[in-house]
């Protein structure tokens, strides 16, 4: 991909991973279009990046996709309804904004001439137990079914990114400042260490990189909620560094939270290669004949927060400090 000459829309362009986007695109040179509906937002965005073009609409509008594909090469989609007790109390408007949305979004790349479009889904899609796990599953679901001529088509799937709006680190952060007890729903759960910046990475190297009419994963570290929570005591708490269980108490699973995360199935893995260092593709079809694929992987379990290697408190730290910096 010759990132000066092609232009690529990101829609949900001025979320958190829409900014670790733009920092990305903004390196290679690429002609990039930020989709989003807040305007305030794309305002405050094109302080830091001026060169690319603003456009302001609802993922949901048909007549605002048209507009905005007209030209483009590439769509990285990231707009959705991500939010987990959200999704839980409205799930009709979870179903329209990341399944219906999509399908309309990936017939009008389809018409408007995209080669790739990138669909950003989430760990919560595989084995789902709550609303917006199981719309980003029938997000997957149409992305796999959906038979274009020449539109390629590649799925990520993203955990929490440590860090991002609405997560818990910000959270934990403001608490310990304030020598206030942190609130931890299970210590044991688990999550992918996953940031917005790394993820942004991943995203442009799945664009890059895949075959397309594939799921991509990244190989990552996990963490449990226990681990987080003691690294930003030990780093920010004014009383309890020397003891951090004195300032965490459990308050048990919301509804729709899993002890842990699971980002592909053994089934899935059966049919996945690896995609350079780091990566595993796993192609929508199984057409692949394993004697012919030296590089397919072999799998006896899930790909799951539980069983992959977890980061270390002091590990976590690194990633704490380095999340701070860029908010002074």
């Known amino acids: ?71 483009c090469n590439y769509v990285i989609h990231t707009a959705a309804m991500k939010d987990v007790k959200g999704c839980e109390e409205n799930p009709l408007e979870a179903i329209k904004v990341n399944v219906h949305s999509t399908q309309m979004l990936l017939e009008a790349c389809e018409k408007a001439g995209v080669g790739k479009i990138v669909l950003v889904s989430s760990d919560k899609a595989v084995l789902p137990s709550g609303a ?20 390629a088509i590649t799925i990520v799937r ?59 994963l990244q190989k990552v570290q996990s963490y449990t909620l226990e681990s987080l929570a003691r690294a930003v005591i030990e780093l920010y708490h004014p009383t309890a560094k020397s003891d951090p ?37 796993i192609p929508f079809a199984n057409t692949m004949q394993p004697k012919q694929t030296p590089n397919q992987l072999r799998y006896n379990s899930d790909y799951n927060s539980q069983t992959t290697g977890k980061a270390t408190v002091a590990e976590l730290q690194k990633i704490i400090i380095q999340y701070e910096t860029r908010q002074l």
């Open 1 to 71: 991909m010759t990132d000066t000459d092609k232009t690529i829309l990101v829609t949900g362009g001025t979320g958190s991973l829409g900014t670790a986007l733009a920092s990305v695109l903004k390196e290679r040179g690429a002609q990039v279009r930020i989709f989003s509906r807040d305007k305030s937002k794309q305002e405050k965005m094109r302080l830091n990046y001026p060169t690319f073009n603003y456009i302001q609409g609802d993922i949901t509008d048909p007549h605002a996709l048209t507009n905005a594909l007209r030209g």
């Open 132 to 151: 917006m796990g199981m719309t980003k599953a029938l997000m997957e679901k149409c992305a796999i079914a959906y038979k274009p001529h020449n539109l």
């Open 158 to 216: 993203l955990g929490n990114l440590l860090g991002s709006a609405g997560t818990v680190l910000p959270i934990f952060i403001n608490l310990a400042k304030q020598g206030k007890v942190l609130t931890v729903t299970d210590p044991a759960m688990s999550r992918f260490l996953m940031t917005p910046q790394s993820s942004a990475n991943y995203i442009m190297d799945a664009l890059e990189k895949s075959q397309g009419n594939s799921i991509v």
């Open 245 to 281: 269980s004195s300032a965490i108490t459990i308050t048990g699973a919301a509804a729709g939270e899993k002890l842990y995360e699971t980002m592909a199935t053994t089934n899935e893995l059966q049919k996945g290669r690896a995609m350079g260092t780091g990566y595993i593709e």
